[in-house]
Nanobody, 121 residues
């Protein structure tokens, strides 16, 4: 099985920074796009940042200029550097990736378990 595991969440004061990491593991052939999503209580899960295999990026308007997504294709990892954090950034952050397993033609959409980011005011 292929898995995504997030790490790096925690409690931070407004204006502070956190760096989230996402590591893919398993019998992986290739990974296409990767993204970070977040879900706050009572809200739908929303896309925060997206990165293609070629490292083209897209960001939600609410995080542009503050968050940076990156990836290391050799390590099958992605990161989300979060600066100038605001209380409204508080959410469970999930890593998402489209992953092809060795020996299979299809790509699977895989989600991590989530990591909680809490920004205090």
């Amino acid at each position: 099985q292929v898995q995504l595991v997030e790490s790096g969440g925690g409690l931070v004061q407004a204006g502070g920074s956190l760096r989230l990491s996402c590591a893919a593991s398993g019998s992986i052939s290739s990974i296409n796009d990767m993204g970070w999503y977040r879900q706050a209580p009572g809200n739908q899960r929303e896309l925060v940042a997206f990165i293609t295999r070629g490292s083209s990026t897209n960001y939600a308007d609410s995080v542009k200029g503050r968050f940076t997504i990156s990836r290391d294709n050799a390590k099958n990892t992605a990161s989300l550097q979060m600066n100038s954090l605001k209380p409204e950034d508080t959410a469970v952050y999930y890593c998402n990736a489209n992953i092809k397993r060795r020996g299979e033609w299809r790509y699977l959409e895989v989600w991590g378990q989530g990591t909680l980011v809490t920004v205090s005011s």
